[in-house]
Structures are given as C-alpha cells and as structure tokens.
C-alpha cells in the first residue's frame, strides 16, 4: 500500500499522458474516418483499394509500424499519434461503411420520394440510422487504441506503457501490475461511455404489442 | 386535382436486355384512380417512379396538367405528389406522429399547424390520434403501419397519389379494409391515384383505369369490365382469368347494364314479391340474390325508384363471350 501511495503520482502523470496521448489519436482518426467511410460507402471504385490499403496497414505488428515511423517522425508524441491513427483507421472506416450500408435501400427510397433533398436523406434518415452501428465500431477502435498506446513508451511517447516497460528493466511486477491494470480500466471506461452513447442513439424498440 | 399523361415513356437499364419501359403513352385524366397490372418485372414500378422522378426516363416524356415534369424541380415534385412505397417504409427511428409530418416539416410548416394536420390525418386513416401519436411503427401491426404510411403519403395534401403495392404485405382481411379505405379517400380527397400491384382481384376491385404492362409495355388499358370482357390478348385473358364468368359479372354494376339494356317491361307481379336492389350493386351480388331467393329477376332501384327490371336471360347475356 505504501508503495502505491508512494507512486501514486507517477501513475496519475502516466494515466493522464495516456488519456491525452489516445484522446488525440481517437479524435483525429475519427475526423479522417469519417469523410473516407463515407466515401467508401458511396464509391465502391475508390472504397474497394481504400479498404485494402487500410487493411495492408493493419496487418504491420504494431512494434514494428512505430519502428518504421521513426527515421520519418523521430521520437515522440505526434509519431505514437500518427501510428494510432493509422491503426484505427480500418476499423473506423469498415465500420462507417457498414453503418452506412446498414440502412435499408427502402429508408432512403421513401425519404428521397418523399422529397428530402440529399443532404436531408443523410442528416435525417441515415446519420440517426447508421450512428448507433458506426459507435459499435468506434468502441472498438477506442479499446484498441488504448491498447496499442502502450508500445508508444517504447518510443518515449509516455503513456502507462511507461510504467510497464520500467517494470520490465528492474524486474518490478508491482509496476508492471499498475500499468497494466491502469491501461485495462481505461479501455473498459472509454468502452463503458461509448456503449451508452450507442444505446442512447439507438432506435426505441420497445416491446412488440398493442 | 391533376391529370398525368405519358408520351412514348421509355426506360432502359444499363446491360438490359430489353427496356424495362418501351416507349408507352397514356394520358391518366384528374381523379382518376389507375393501377398498373402485371407480373414482377414487367416495368410496372419502374413506370410508377419515372413520375417523381426518383427514376429517370431515357425517352419520351412525362406531363402533369400538361407541364413537362422534366422541367421542374425534382425535390418540389415529390413534395406535392403522396408516395406510399412496398413494405410500408416507415422511419423506424420517428414516432407515427414525426412520420407523419415529415413532408408538412420540409415544406416548412409551423408546428401548431403540422400537429393539427397529424391529428387529423391518423382520425381519416381510423387510427386514434390520441393513442397513436408517440408511438413507434416497431410498435404497430402491419395494418396500423400501413395506414400510418398511408397518413404520412397523405399529409401535405398532394393531388398526385403514387402506391406502390402499398397492401402486399398484410393478411386478406385488412388488405380488403385498406382497399375500400382507399376508394373512399380517393373520392374525398378527389387525388388522382396511380397504383400498382401484381393482384388482379385487388386490381379489379379498385381500377377505374386498368392498364395490363408485360415485359415493358402496355398489353390492355381500358375499365376492369371492358378488360374482362374483351381483352385484347390472351395474355391478358390469362391473367385476369378473363374465362372466369363470375369474375366479370362482378365488375359491372346492375346501373351500368341496365342503362345500355332495353328498359324491362313493367311487372305484372306485385313489386313486393321481387327483390329491389341498388344501381351499384354488381352483377355476381344480384346473381347470388337471384339465386337466394328464387326471384327471376330484380328491381333495380337508382335514388330510390325502381330504374329497371333485370332478369336471368339478361344476365346471362351480358356475360355470354
């Protein structure tokens, strides 16, 4: 106990430099995704290559894709910012695809025949319909980042991975133990408030009858 | 009130055998209620959708009250013309009221007026406002969810009806309910109905205009009982079941064979004896009377005085080929 009082400090730093360092990456990965899934969604001819160069991305150990950023980017924040981005990148735009390939050609057949212009049919019909579906994928896309975010100590980004790989050198499970679990919290609070904003967005479906 | 008519329509589908609409014509006059009849794929909801324009046309061309609907606006088109699409297509994440006002809302309307216009519109549907309103269609049965879509097609008025085989997707009961809805909305609201569907009892049942498409084209246009008694092709005999004697004596009414026929000789009987049926009523129901009764013949009364006197030989006439 003593000793978790006594590093209480350091953890928060940590805790926070991992906040901010997948808050960054979280945010910016969503602004890049969103515009490509539409997209994708909408062109095929320019989604199929897109989804295949993301998917290429996705496939490059995680270690490994910092690695190679680093002649490029040298140390630091913005690198581990740049790798998360391209990580999440795939699962955010497959899933802006399929949310938007989720609402039935039906919805937007009547919305368009009922006379909503375009932008309408998006705004009014498939954004409410494809949001909760999207946020599914943006759970994910959290969960991972936050992750992935830990191998960012390696190239002195901060973050709780610090903690983790100082464990590692000195032998300390007790820091390792505080990374790691600081980490897992994370993802499970950044999943908890995403799954409320998805069921918040959802479609009432109550029970069937009447 | 407005009047559709096409000239040389034509549709073709990308790698398209055929086009999926050849070239047809036909002028549909004001408040009249038309259905396209035919198998799936013969062009008849691609035809329907060439109106609003939400299918291009590739020749020819489409007017309403005579304006060349190529040169209108799209979107303000649709707006004015109701639309009532296959499997219902409500907005699952929209109450019956918001569905509803979804047209009154894009023209801009004030919200005092749109939440009238709902209340109304779901009482004309026989659906209580009070109850229905803030429901969600996930909520209603597949008749409740039709009329809302009916309501919501409904709700700015249009002069132009499109249905789009509005009742394939519930049981015969409320299907023949929505069907007698609809004629009686037709002939309030004085809208000229465009309706398509692949059930010909449904076709006979509501057509002033009955216009038979195959592959692209127009096979026969012409009443329901010109259909059933002369059709032009025996693809359409087989389709209506042409064949089918009870059949066409259900489309024509007692008033419209009596006003071609002689007028019946007065009856020597005391008119009590004599069944007195009314002008509308049709030939099948006056057979079955007929046939209950063991009358030779029945009064045909039109406003209440007797019009004609018809018999079996008359009836059997009148559908003899």
Avoid at chain 2, 152 to 163: F, K, N, Q, V
Wanted: aromatic residues 4%; proline residues 6%; glycine residues 8%.
């Amino acid at each position: 106990m003593s000793w978790l009082t006594g590093h209480a400090g350091e953890i928060a730093a940590r805790t926070l430099e991992h906040l901010l360092l997948c808050g960054t990456a979280f945010a910016i990965a969503l602004t890049i995704a969103l515009p490509l899934g539409l997209l994708a969604a909408r062109r095929s001819r320019a989604g199929l290559p897109l989804i295949a160069a993301l998917d290429a991305i996705y496939t490059i150990p995680s270690l490994a894709l910092f690695a190679l950023l680093i002649p490029v980017m040298g140390l630091g924040f913005w690198t581990a910012v740049t790798a998360l981005v391209a990580y999440a990148q795939i699962i955010l735009v497959r899933n802006v695809v399929a949310a938007i390939q989720s609402v039935p050609s039906w919805m937007v057949d009547a919305a368009r025949g009922l006379g909503m212009t375009p932008l309408q049919v998006f705004l009014r019909v498939e954004l409410p319909i494809a949001a909760p579906v999207a946020i599914a994928g943006a759970r994910v896309a959290a969960v991972s980042i936050i992750a992935i975010a830990s191998v960012a100590a390696w190239i002195d980004a901060g973050g709780l991975g610090t903690l983790i790989f100082a464990g590692i050198e000195r032998q300390d499970i007790r820091l390792i133990a505080a990374g790691t679990l600081g980490i897992a919290a994370l993802a499970l609070i950044a999943d908890g408030a995403l799954r409320v904003a998805e069921h918040a967005l959802r479609a009432p479906t109550p029970p069937a009858g009447g | 009130m407005a009047s559709i008519r096409f000239a040389g329509v034509r549709v073709a589908y990308p790698g398209a055998a055929r086009p999926a609409v050849d070239g047809v014509t036909l002028a549909i006059p004001s408040a009249c209620l038309a259905v396209l009849l035919g198998p799936s794929g013969c062009g008849k909801t691609t035809l329907l959708r060439t109106i609003n324009r939400l299918q291009p046309i590739d020749g020819g061309r489409i007017e309403i009250d005579g304006r060349d609907t190529a040169g209108l606006d799209p979107i303000a088109l649709r707006r004015r013309i109701g639309y009532v699409i296959q499997a219902v297509g409500l907005f699952p994440h929209l109450t019956v009221a918001q569905n509803v006002a979804v047209v009154p809302n894009l023209l801009g309307w004030d919200s005092q007026r749109v939440s009238e216009r709902v209340d109304t519109l779901l009482a004309q549907v026989s659906l209580d406002p009070q109850s229905f309103r803030d429901r969600y269609p996930s909520q209603l049965s597949g008749g409740q969810q039709q009329r809302v879509g009916i309501a919501r097609a409904l709700a700015a008025e249009p002069s132009i009806l499109l249905m789009d085989e509005p009742f394939g997707s519930v049981d015969a009961i409320v299907r023949a309910s929505l069907q007698k809805e609809t004629l009686a909305l037709q002939r309030r609201t004085g809208a000229t109905i465009l309706f398509v569907t692949h059930d010909v009892e449904e076709a006979l049942s509501l057509a002033d205009m009955l216009v038979v498409m195959r592959d692209g084209h127009f096979e026969q246009t012409g009443t329901p009982a010109e259909i059933l008694t002369h059709p032009a092709t025996p693809f359409v005999a087989e389709l209506v079941d042409a064949d089918d004697a009870l059949r066409r004596l259900s489309v024509i009414t007692l008033g419209e064979l009596t006003a071609s026929a002689a007028r019946g000789t007065p009856l020597p009987e005391e008119p009590g004896t004599i069944p007195a049926l009314d002008a509308g009523v049709s030939l099948r129901a006056a057979l079955a009377v007929m046939l209950e009764t063991g009358a030779p013949r029945v009064r045909v009364m039109h406003d209440g005085r007797e019009a004609a006197v018809l018999d079996l030989d008359t009836l059997r006439n009148a559908v003899r080929r």
